[in-house]
C-alpha cells in the first residue's frame, strides 16, 4: 500500500558528505515519524535519525553536529545530509515511515535500503 525508494548512497572519501533522499507514495493519508536507520555488516540496525510531523528530530549520538534530517511534507519525503563522512558510517542505510493509509490505517514501512560507503 505504500512504498518508500531511497537514492543517493555511494562512495565517499572521509571528510565528504552524501544526501540521500527517501520518496513515499501509495494510498497515504499521513505520515507520522519519518526516519533514517542504518546496518553495518555483522551489526544491528540503529536509529541514526527521526523526525516527527512537527518537525521535531533526534539524532544517534554519534551522528550529532554531522547529520542533519529533514522532511518535505507535501512531497512526502525525507532527506539525510551527511557531512564530514567517517569509515564507521560505512553502511546500509534505510528509510522509514509511520504512515496512516487513506483507509486510515496505520502502519510502518520500509525502504529497500541503500549503501553508503566511505573510504578512509
Do not use: H
Request: with cysteine.
Amino acid at each position: 500500500q505504500v512504498q518508500l525508494v531511497e537514492s543517493g548512497g555511494g562512495l565517499v572519501r572521509a571528510g565528504g558528505s552524501l544526501i540521500l533522499s527517501c520518496a513515499a507514495s501509495g494510498s497515504i493519508f499521513s505520515i507520522n515519524d519519518m526516519a533514517w536507520y542504518r546496518q553495518a555488516p555483522g551489526k544491528q540496525r540503529e536509529l541514526v535519525a527521526r523526525v516527527g510531523s512537527s518537525g521535531y528530530t533526534n539524532y544517534a549520538d554519534s551522528v550529532k553536529g554531522r547529520f542533519t534530517i529533514s522532511r518535505d511534507n507535501a512531497r512526502n519525503t525525507v532527506y539525510l545530509q551527511m557531512n564530514s563522512l567517517k569509515p564507521e558510517d560505512t553502511a546500509v542505510y534505510f528509510c522509514y515511515a509511520d504512515v496512516t493509509t487513506i483507509a486510515r490505517s496505520r502502519f510502518t514501512s520500509w525502504g529497500q535500503g541503500t549503501q553508503v560507503t566511505v573510504s578512509s
